[in-house]
């Protein structure tokens, strides 16, 4: 099934299509550009998953911060995220009250993260590019538990007893967006589909010839007025993948 929402009022957060603020301005402490995963690597693929909240059951970065940094800040800072921060800035933020080892975060999380039911067959029979505005860091030791082998083109983090620091993979600024997007991770790709739920998925759906949404990206793309297949776990999104004839007609 394709929805398509009407346009209507809009939140703090949706008028921007990822984060949208100070996209001129210098990059805030903490802000590294690094390389990430290889995207020329992860070309081939025509299944694009994103990782927090998509694979994952609830966003674990959310997790992290809730467990191991501090919740007053990351309300404050969710609340600028499209006003006077860029998502970047923000999960560079976020990631800077964080002083744990990285050792005994990565634990917590391999013990806590729970997979949505279907990933392991849509790994299976589409082998899925997952592109996360998160970190490697996190996202592997997951998959390890999960005895998954999956391409992830993904941010990095160093773990400093003086607050973690978020590392980005250097690329342009999206013309759609105006901000280092998920698009240049598929920008190579050709027709793809894409599975997502919040912020950072946005720009990158529209770039789309399917796109199937929940949660946060779901409640925008209706507010845009964009046509998507919504899903609630990854069995909802293989059996659509193998209908031929279906697709989301294009964004805007």
Known sequence: MTRAGQRGSRDRDSGRLQGGASRHAAPQAGIKPQDSASAESCLANKVVLDWDGTVTEVDS???????????EAYVALEAELGRTL??????????????????EVVAWLVDNVRIRRGFHE????CDPLI?????????????????????VVANHVTADPAGWRAEFAPGAICEVCGERCKRAAVGGLGPFAYVGDGVSDRCVSLAAERRFARDGLARWLDRE????????????????????????????
Not at 61 to 71: K, P, S, W, Y
Not at 122 to 125: E, K, S, W
Not at 225 to 252: H, I, K, N, Q
């Open 61 to 71: 970065l959310h997790m992290v911060i809730e467990r191991f940094g501090d919740r």
């Open 86 to 103: 860029t998502l970047d800035e923000v999960i560079a933020a976020e990631m800077a009250t964080i002083v744990a080892p990285l050792d």
């Open 122 to 125: 849509l790994v299976a029979a």
């Open 131 to 151: 592109v996360s505005a998160g970190f490697h860091e996190t996202i592997e030791p997951v998959l390890r538990r999960e005895g998954v082998e999956a391409r």
């Open 225 to 252: 007025g964009v046509p998507y297949e919504p899903f609630d776990d990854l069995y909802d999104v293989l059996p659509a993948l193998a209908d031929p004839t279906a697709s989301s007609p294009p964004g805007p």
